[in-house]
């Protein structure tokens, strides 16, 4: 059975490509595995009030790249099943930083395709623990407390899983829903939050092409609005 590796990172800033990693925590079958780097470039503001992590608080860390720290992991991700939050965003850091992941799951996806009745009103790490009540200590925007939710939350999620598809396969299955587009059901913000889209593609296609061009103009981690949205307005 391939290991599965719970993991998150901590960064300078939210852009792909730009922004990297000041910090790594992961869970495998062997424990936990946390790290401090010094990044390329300084930890943003805007960063540093999330994660509470300044500048002089990584100052003398090692470089993550061709760490010991960063072999191991790649060992264990050519071998095992990632599981993030908004996996894209961890992958994408993370071959910023020229670590390749094979295989991943995504808890954001994961959540939203099983939320076939849209009853969960939001689906960020945070909210989906306390929505499911579930019992953990951890602190948020810290990479390790972070992990510690990730893994509830994914066992809560493997568990609906399982009571709708069964346990044949769940991890393959789960990878293959987390790798694919998703089809977004409704918008939560703007002029038509709270609508479908597609019943906003009947009464204002005019708002989802112009939402698709902004989408398009930064399209790393907006994928499954991109292909929802050319899904309804491009044909189905």
Known sequence: MNSIIFLDTETTGNEQGVDHLFQVAYKDHTGFHVEY???????????????????????????????????DLQKKLNDGVLVAHNAQFDVGMLKTEGIEVPRYICTLKLARF???????????????????????????HDAEGDVVVLEKVFEKLREI???????????????????????????????????????????????LFWLLGEKKKKPAGEEDWIYTLEYYLIGK
């Open 161 to 207: 899983w399982q009571s709708k598809f069964g346990q044949e396969n769940d991890i393959e299955k789960m990878v293959e829903v987390s790798t694919k587009p998703l089809l977004m059901r409704r918008i939560n913000f703007g002029k038509h939050a709270g609508k479908s889209v597609e019943e906003i593609a009947k009464i204002d296609p005019s708002y």
């Open 37 to 71: 780097f010094t990044p390329p470039l300084p930890i943003s503001v805007k960063a540093q009030s999330i994660t509470h992590v300044t500048n002089e608080d990584i100052e003398g860390k090692p470089v993550f790249v061709g760490s010991e720290y960063a072999q």
């Open 114 to 140: 099983l939320d076939d009745t849209e009853e969960v009103p939001e689906y960020n790490l945070q909210f989906l623990r306390y929505y499911f009540a579930l019992k953990v200590k951890a602190m948020p």
